[in-house]
């Protein structure tokens, strides 16, 4: 599976973006999606994840309630909208994938991970 992350931009603080992660390969619907980011000179962090269905998702607490992770199967794409955004967003932004029913909060579980796009918040 090949990703590729999109979306990421300048944004003013309580505005929103869309992430998008692009899926190649096959058997897209059966793998786990993850957002993970990195502040600078931070260590890259668990975001959310969601299960092939979007019948599970997860969120790290500093997101919830303002980030929605989703996906399209059809069209191989996972997304996360994110709003009411924050300074302390700012962060290259990654999406990754494994083969799993459950979706996972750690960097060790995922297999597969897509170029970082870069998110701004300004205050």
């Known amino acids: 599976v090949q990703l590729q992350a999109s979306g990421g931009g300048l944004v003013q603080a309580g505005g929103s973006l869309r992430l998008s992660c692009a899926a190649s390969?096959?058997?897209?619907?059966?793998?786990?999606l993850g957002w993970f980011r990195q502040a600078p000179g931070q260590e890259r962090e668990f975001v959310a994840s969601?299960?092939?269905?979007?019948?599970?998702?997860y969120y790290t607490d500093s997101v919830k309630g303002r980030f929605t992770i989703s996906r399209d199967n059809a069209k191989n794409t996972a997304y996360l909208q994110m709003n009411s955004l924050k300074s302390e967003d700012t962060a290259v932004y990654y999406c990754?994938?494994?083969?799993?029913?459950?979706?996972?909060?750690?960097?060790?579980?995922?297999?597969?991970w897509g170029q970082g796009t870069q998110v701004t918040v300004s205050s």
């Open positions: 990754a994938a494994h083969p799993s029913m459950v979706p996972a909060r750690r960097e060790v579980d995922y297999d597969y």
């Open positions: 390969g096959r058997a897209f619907g059966s793998y786990v």
């Open positions: 969601i299960n092939w269905s979007g019948s599970m998702r």
